[in-house]
């Protein structure tokens, strides 16, 4: 694994000052009186292209958990620690995992230092978006600058409240991005920012090119989007679209909204209708291709739910060891509130919401777990009862009553959520929660849809496709074939899974017309073009009695 020999490298850099796991040496801790919160200083040295960092680590806890970040462990880009000190200057005594994260730190305080090259990716590959360290997913690429700091405190022991400082110093052309401030280079300039402890710092983002810089605000709320040049001709609706959900939210939950926020806009060249989003503490990333950011429904539907992720994810937290039982809470009641916002702002149809209802039907009769799916009918279920009973009780009016309740600031659960329900609306939901709040539960589907006045039908539809699925390659920064359908055109040419593959810009992977493509084996770059055929799918088709 690439990740795990890049650190293993790095490591032999700094050995004299790494003990034997196996030595013991004590520290005394520092007095708490002199305890300092954790400090970042980056220096951004735009003419080589690096950062240099130096982090200092104050209140280590034992068994706590330092993870070195992502940057330069990806295609491209170089990491150099230049030095490690620890309080009273003893060796450093750690056991490295594989992750490339030193745990068992015996040091009370730690200062790293270290420097980042980052470079440009070639044509023929690709960064994209993930989770944050690898200590959290090492198999994923991040894109540029998402995980700068390092991460700290991966075990629950060690969560920290203390204030901490960065101080950015940018004397150059670099754009340097850290949410939810964004300022761009050209003139000297040092600037400071505060994180309540480790975990926002490691769910900040950065960026080094120069996009372009779009700020816009109104009343007490200020948000600013930095895009691709390529999206200009669509920014002034995007903007339109932000500006009126941001609005939604904000008056719906006024005092949970980030007085700044951030949103990064970036193009996706190897699939024209690629479209994703992720979020994090004080701003989004969105990604979408050249069809995808011009589909109006499916662009909307993306920045109403990752905004909102704002709230339900970022500001709302859950609990880490249920954290995969809340999935349909975070994904499907966003992606509730998310249309039930467009929808009142006239931004999507009843047509988009049942197309996209659909779509996610469809899925599920594929036999693909869905917690956006799974979340959404939950959603509609629970608000239908209050209806049923003309409660005047509703979702929106659920996360005003939660957003004011001394219970936010808990960590979530289901049992958390279950009573937080039942104090909104005095119903009580413990078997409905016992029956359906959990993966794979047998949605009563048809029951729901019904007492919502819509019904489904079985619907065959025709695409275009070469049978060919790709997917990432993360330690080399490219695509792969993942699958390969038996006598597809993909077969036929002579592709097979594992093979590296460079699409054409913005290729759009079901048009009728040929797809090209660039097959990598080795030092060989095989040029193709494959042409589709139609294909049928049955689909389910919501759509009113």
């Keep these: 694994m690439r990740i795990r020999t890049a650190i293993l490298g790095i490591i032999s850099l700094f050995l004299p000052l790494l003990a ?23 220096t951004v040295d735009a003419a080589r292209g690096a950062l240099r960092v130096r982090a200092q680590l104050s209140q280590i806890a034992r068994e706590e958990t330092v993870c070195l970040p992502a940057f330069g462990q990806r295609f491209g880009e170089t990491l150099q620690i230049v030095q490690i000190r620890t309080d009273q200057n003893v060796p450093l005594v750690a056991k490295l995992d594989r992750s490339g994260c030193l745990s068992k730190i015996t040091a009370f305080s730690c200062e790293f230092e270290y420097e980042l090259i980052m470079s440009e990716l070639p044509p023929d590959r690709f960064w994209l978006p993930s989770e944050l360290s690898p200590n959290r997913n090492g198999k994923m690429l991040v894109f540029p600058g998402e995980s700068l700091f390092i991460e700290r405190g991966a075990n629950e022991t060690a969560t920290r409240t203390e204030t901490t400082t ?18 761009q280079g050209g003139t000297t300039n ?12 490691t769910r900040s983002f950065w960026g080094f090119h120069v996009p372009k810089v779009l700020a816009a605000s109104s009343e007490d709320l200020t948000w600013q ?37 951030a949103i990064f806009l970036f193009d996706i060249p190897f699939d024209a209708n ?45 609990e880490n060891k249920s954290f995969a039982q809340t999935a349909w809470f975070r994904e499907g009641m966003t992606q509730y509130i998310a249309l039930t916002a467009l929808l009142s702002l006239g931004l999507i149809s009843r047509d988009d919401l049942y197309a996209w209802m659909s779509l996610n039907l469809t899925k599920q009769k594929m036999g693909v777990y869905d917690a956006y799916h799974h979340g959404f009918f939950l959603s509609l279920a629970i608000e239908q009862q209050w209806q049923r009973f003309h409660t005047g009780l509703s979702m929106p009016g659920f996360w005003r009553f939660l957003s004011n309740s001394v219970s936010w600031d808990t960590l979530q659960s289901n049992q958390t959520l279950h009573d937080l329900l039942a104090q909104y609306s005095a119903f009580d939901f413990k078997e409905f929660f016992k029956r359906y709040i959990r993966p794979g539960a047998d949605l009563p589907i048809a029951e729901i849809l019904s007492t919502n006045g819509l019904t489904t039908q079985k619907k065959v539809v025709t695409q275009s496709s070469i049978g060919l699925e790709y997917g990432f390659d993360a330690d080399n920064a490219t695509l792969y074939v993942n699958k390969i359908r038996n006598n597809s055109p993909a077969a036929r040419a002579g592709i097979n899974p594992g093979d590296w593959i460079v699409p054409a810009p913005a290729t759009d992977w079901h048009d009728s017309s040929d797809t090209q493509l660039t097959v990598i084996r080795k030092d060989t770059k095989i040029k193709m073009r494959i042409p589709a055929v139609s294909e049928t799918l049955e689909t389910t088709e919501v759509l009113p009695l």
């Design 166 to 183: 960065v101080q950015i110093i940018n004397g150059g052309q670099i754009v340097t991005t850290l949410a939810p401030v964004i300022t």
């Design 225 to 261: 989007l930095a895009f691709d040049p390529s999206y200009q001709s669509e920014i002034a609706d995007i903007e339109r679209e932000l500006s009126l959900i941001l609005g939604f939210y904000s008056d719906l939950m006024r005092n949970k909204t980030p007085a700044r926020i």
């Design 274 to 318: 690629y479209i994703h989003g992720i979020a994090r503490q004080g701003g989004i990333v969105l990604e979408m291709g050249t069809k995808a950011s011009r589909n109006t429904r499916a662009r909307r539907i993306l920045m109403a739910h990752e905004l909102f992720h704002l709230y339900n994810g970022e500001n709302l937290r859950f």
């Design 190 to 201: 040092s600037q400071h920012f505060e994180a309540q402890g480790h975990y926002e710092l």
């Design 20 to 42: 034997s796991a196996q030595e013991i040496y004590r520290t005394e801790p520092m007095p708490e009186a002199e305890v300092q919160p954790d400090r970042y200083e980056i």
